[in-house]
């Protein structure tokens, strides 16, 4: 093994006990929802933004302010609502009558880690507000562009099921979260225990400890970046996207008539990225297919868009996935 390949591995090792301390902090609050949890300390290391997406009463806001106040970060909480506005997100001009002049107030977009509370409730016009911010990491107000603090996530949440009054997400914005995440009810044990915890008339004393700082964020994220990702894995990454678009090519025409459009390039880019972080995450220096099958759902799912024959039919975009997974070569 190189010399540099062994330094690398053992700093991956010792990054672990860092990422233990925020995964028990969190866990000290958040009941279960592992995966999820361990998802978006992968989006926090490559800078990729995320969409939660779960049933009322699952936690999805208690997980992403946790996780927030475990970090010695800044932290904005934006509640979407039909009658917000676009400069309530990235800020305005104030004019001030003594300098005659228009001063800039940036709004709670400028923060380390972003939560749009239920984006969907807001129109088309206030969900784009945040696309420059996003893509370019910058809000421009007036004729000055401004750049965000780094590191800048936004965790998106949303509601599957209410319809009335919510806006669905424009797909341009909807390509621009590297993850889509679902977040599935407690099995019972654990929902035993949220019980206990409610009960429990000394569990509103719990106080979430800072557990990194951003240095230390910063420097997992060198590392993650390090991780190795050998060709025949991004070819196989490669594919799975191609077989989004053009399914009869993996000899699955069957899948044609359900997707009027598969993923993007950029879906490519998140796939290798979020695939380097689980890599990293389980202790490795280099990206095995497994990587790359473990987070494809929550990589892909989002950016299929499906015709109504799928929505007649049931067939759900992970469906799809499975049977793209299962026909494309693994290296």
Do not use: C, W
Not at 50 to 64: D, H, N, Q, R, S
Not at 67 to 86: E, N, V, Y
Not at 240 to 254: D, G, M
């Amino acid at each position: 093994m190189p010399l540099d390949q062994a330094a690398t591995n053992s700093k991956i090792t010792a990054a672990h006990e860092t990422i233990a301390r925020l995964r028990a902090e969190v866990g000290r609050v958040v009941v279960g929802q592992q995966a999820i949890i361990d998802r978006l300390i992968v989006a926090l290391l490559i800078r990729g933004h995320v969409l939660i997406e779960g049933l009322p009463g699952l936690a999805k806001t208690l997980l992403v302010k946790t996780m927030a106040s475990s970090l010695d970060a800044s932290f904005k909480r934006i509640q979407f609502t039909p009658d917000l506005l676009p400069a309530d997100i990235t800020g305005t001009l104030i004019f001030d009558p003594a300098g005659r002049t228009f001063n800039p107030r940036l709004g709670p977009v400028f923060a380390n880690l972003v939560l749009a509370d239920e984006v969907n409730r807001a129109p088309a016009k206030v969900q784009s507000a945040l696309l420059e911010a996003m893509q370019e990491r910058q809000v421009t107000i007036g004729d000055t562009s401004y750049r965000l603090p780094e590191p800048f996530v936004v965790i998106a949440t949303q509601n599957p099921i209410e319809h009335e009054g919510t806006y669905t997400l424009p797909e341009a914005q909807v390509d621009r979260f590297v993850m889509k995440l679902r977040v599935d009810y407690p099995s019972a044990d654990e929902e035993l225990r949220i019980l206990g915890r409610y009960l429990d008339p000394t569990a509103d004393d719990i106080a979430v400890r800072r557990v990194m700082n951003l240095e230390e964020v910063e420097q997992l994220a060198q590392l993650a970046a390090s991780v190795h990702l050998d060709e025949k894995i991004s070819r196989y990454a490669v594919q799975l996207v191609n077989a989004t678009r053009r399914p009869a090519e993996f000899k699955l025409s069957s899948l044609a008539p359900y997707v009027s459009f598969g993923a993007s390039p950029r879906a490519t880019l998140a796939l290798a990225h979020v695939a380097k972080g689980h890599a990293f995450l389980h202790g490795r220096a280099f990206v095995v297919p497994e990587d790359v099958k473990a987070v494809a759902h929550d990589v892909l799912r989002h950016r299929l868009v499906l015709s109504y024959e799928a929505a007649a039919e049931g067939m759900s975009s992970d469906r799809i996935i499975d049977q793209i997974l299962n026909a494309v070569p693994v290296p």
